[in-house]
């Protein structure tokens, strides 16, 4: 058993709590993972905020995390220690249906058991003040020291810095590929995104590599064009500036609507607009942000009638043990960015300032 430091979230809506925990050693097909660095996400948020229904609690959250293989368990033979990992938290188990199909990325092999915060065979390998803690997407990187399921591990490049790469375990990956994968953008084509955070700045770079010649970036916070001019928007616009709904705005300046569409945010009303802003006939919007437990979303059957589709993304559509390991490699060849996602790096204990930045938008 290690113990090391680990942010707990006691309960919702609490600030995590930087406490001892011991971890445990890896069962068989699990790995014990040293974790290097870790990123914040909404994902994270959502869940500690006490709207996700999945969410349980006590538990360690993170899910976008690097580090270095401490120990395996029994049967692992993919990885071993020593090698330089990021955690998934879709796995690739490679026999499942899903991971059978070339269409989709969904492995469904440890779903149910993950979805209840607990390792493939129902239990924990979190401990603290003599309680049992719950893990957090197959994942929980917000500690030292982790256990995965060994289908929801990656081995990357041993140069690869840690503090960077880690980024590709969900956000930059998101939106990246629910340009490249999902939409399939074609150059030349025209592209909103909708919401310029970390996984809009991250379909814009998608956008640009895949040749779309506008790109055309959409947020109430205007600190954050800059930025996104930076990854390739042509132009950025606020739903605030106008009188008519934003894909009113979108559909006049672009004759007839955008070629493709994104959500980056998670809001119901803002899919429907990024849906309505498509061009008719042939117009894509993807979903990408992850909208409430119980909302719904909704517009006039003829919007789809006359030849728009309405397609979602998890993951960007990578099947990860085989894809995570190439975008790393890509962009140690300076084919992504990854570097210019990180606006702050601070020590483990200042994890709460890391939320209230993000909360913050910057």
Known sequence: VIKCKAAVAWGAGKPLSIEEVEVAPPKAHEVRIKIVATAVCHTDAYTLSGADPEGCFPVILGHEGAGIVESVGEGVTKVKKGDTVIPLYIPQCGECKFCKNPKTNLCQKIRITQGKGVMPDGTSRFTCKGKQIYHFMGTSTFSEYTVVADISVAKIDAAAPLDKVCLLGCGISTGYGAAVNTAKVEPGSTCAVFGLGGVGLAVIMGCKIAGAS??????????KYAKAKEFGATECISPQDSQKPIQEVLVEMT????DYSFECIGNVGVMRAALEACHKGWGVSVIVGVAAAGQEISTRPFQLV??????????????????VPKLVT??????????????????FDKINEAFDLMHSGK
């Open 214 to 223: 506008r790109i055309i970036g959409i947020d109430i916070n205007k600190d």
């Open 255 to 258: 004759d007839g609507g955008v």
């Open 306 to 323: 006359t030849g728009r589709t309405w397609k979602g993304t998890a993951f960007g559509g990578w099947k990860s043990v085989d894809n």
């Open 330 to 347: 890509d962009y140690m060849s300076k084919k992504i960015k990854v570097d210019e996602f990180v606006t702050h790096t601070l020590s």
